[in-house]
């Protein structure tokens, strides 16, 4: 049923940047995010099921939680992924060059798939940032001066560091 109605929601169900929501939440939530990215469900999806596609803009989609954590943690090794997947305006991620498409999408694949056969091309194409293929820039410029090029080696910040600081680890 939510399919058949899922045109009639475009046309008359619009969702604001400010009102990051899902307008058919079960649907949504029965479809996962796995499908914001499927030639077939992804337009629909991503037209229904903002919250779940992260096709909001640059909003918080969950304020409150957002909220409750600092901007640090955006970096941090335990919250980063979290963070920088609901909390896109808190951490700072509005207009970057490279942001996922799809972070939920991206992180359900992960980096492996990015050399993949067949999900490869998509994977390159939606998940700039979870295949490293954004040019050499530093995702966190702030994160990465804190830490600097030493720790790019660190055992425990050297894999994290590796991916969101490219020119500070010299890795282009």
Do not use: F, Y
């Amino acid at each position: 049923m939510w399919q058949l109605h899922g045109l009639i929601l475009v046309v008359l169900v619009g969702t604001t940047v400010a009102n990051c929501v899902d307008s058919d939440p079960t649907g949504c939530a029965l479809h996962g995010a796995a499908q914001c990215t499927d030639p077939t469900w992804g337009p629909l999806m991503k037209t229904n099921c903002q919250k779940t596609c992260g096709t909001c803009g640059c909003v918080d989609l969950d304020p409150a939680g957002c909220a409750a954590h600092s901007k640090t943690d955006c970096t941090n090794s335990i919250w980063a992924t979290l963070m920088q997947a609901n909390c896109k305006k808190t951490c700072g991620l509005c207009g970057r060059v490279c942001d996922d498409a799809d972070p939920a999408g991206c992180a359900d694949h992960g980096v492996t798939q990015c050399n993949d056969p067949m999900w490869g091309p998509l994977m390159k194409q939606h998940c700039r940032k979870t295949c490293g293929i954004c040019g050499c820039i530093d995702l966190d410029p702030v994160g990465c001066a804190a830490h600097g090029k030493a720790d790019c080696t660190d055992a425990t910040w050297g894999p994290l560091l590796e991916a969101n600081c490219k020119k500070t680890c010299g890795l282009c």
